[in-house]
C-alpha cells in the first residue's frame, strides 16, 4: 500500500492529449511489469472448469496484477472521464475503451494542427489592411494553435508578424529591431508601437490631401 501510495503521485493524469499520457502510462506499466496484463488481459475460467493447484496459483497472481494495473488506470483518469465510460471488469477494458474513446479525436486534433500552421505560415498583412485587423487575425490562429496543443510563445508571433508587414512599415520593422531586444518583446508591445506609427501614417495622409 505505502509503495502505491508513494507511486501514486508520479502517476501520469489524463489532461486530453492522448497520445501523450498513452506513452507515459506505457512505459510506467513497463517498469511495473503490468504492460502485458493491460494489452493482452488474461482469461478467466469458464464456470465449472476445475483448475490445478497450479493454475490457481497463476490466476490468482494475473487477478492481483489486473487489479494493481486497473489502480493505476484508475488513478491517472479524472472522475469527469470515467463517469462517461461504463463500468469496465479489467485493465485491459478500460485501456481499450480510453483508446477508443480518445484516439480518433486525437488524430482529428493532429490534423487540425497541420492545417493551422499552414495557415499560420501564409499569414501575411494585406495592403490597407489595419494593424489592429493583422494582430487580431494572426492572434486568432496562434490561439487556435495553442488549443491543439502547440506550444506557441510570444517570440515566435512577433517575429511573424515583422516578417509579413506591408511595405510601409520596412523602416519601422528595421528601427525595432534594431532598438529593442525581439526575445522580450511581447505581442502587445508590439501591437502598440505599430499603432503610433500607423497613425502617424494616417495623419500624413490626410494633411497631404
Not at 509503495?3 to 489524463?14: H, R, S, T
Not at 523602416?171 to 500607423?198: A, F, G, P, R, T
Request: aromatic fraction near 8%; charge should be negative.
Amino acid at each position: 500500500m505505502a509503495e502505491f501510495g508513494f507511486a501514486k503521485a508520479c502517476i501520469p493524469q489524463y489532461n486530453g492529449d492522448y497520445d501523450h499520457w498513452s506513452l507515459l502510462m506505457e512505459n510506467l506499466m513497463q517498469s511495473k511489469e503490468y504492460w502485458i496484463i493491460v494489452e493482452n488481459g488474461f482469461k478467466e475460467p469458464d464456470a465449472g472448469e476445475k483448475l490445478t493447484a497450479e493454475q490457481e496459483k497463476t490466476l490468482t497472481e494475473l487477478r492481483l496484477k489486473d487489479f494493481k494495473a486497473m489502480n493505476y488506470l484508475l488513478s491517472s483518469i479524472d472522475k469527469t472521464i470515467l463517469k462517461t465510460i461504463s463500468q469496465k471488469a479489467s485493465a485491459k477494458e478500460l485501456w481499450d475503451s480510453m483508446k477508443l474513446k480518445f484516439q480518433g479525436s486525437a488524430r482529428v486534433k493532429r490534423a487540425q494542427l497541420q492545417a493551422l500552421r499552414r495557415e499560420f505560415e501564409v499569414l501575411e498583412m494585406k495592403e490597407g489592411e489595419s494593424v489592429n485587423d493583422y494582430f487580431g487575425r494572426v492572434i486568432v490562429v496562434s490561439n487556435a494553435m495553442r488549443n491543439c496543443g502547440e506550444e506557441i510563445n510570444d517570440v515566435k508571433i512577433v517575429e511573424k508578424i515583422l516578417r509579413t508587414l506591408t511595405e510601409r512599415f520596412n523602416y519601422v520593422v528595421c528601427s525595432i529591431e534594431e532598438s529593442k531586444d525581439i526575445d522580450m518583446l511581447s505581442v502587445d508591445q508590439l501591437q502598440s508601437s505599430l499603432l503610433v506609427h500607423e497613425q502617424k501614417f494616417t495623419r500624413r495622409v490626410v494633411t497631404e490631401n
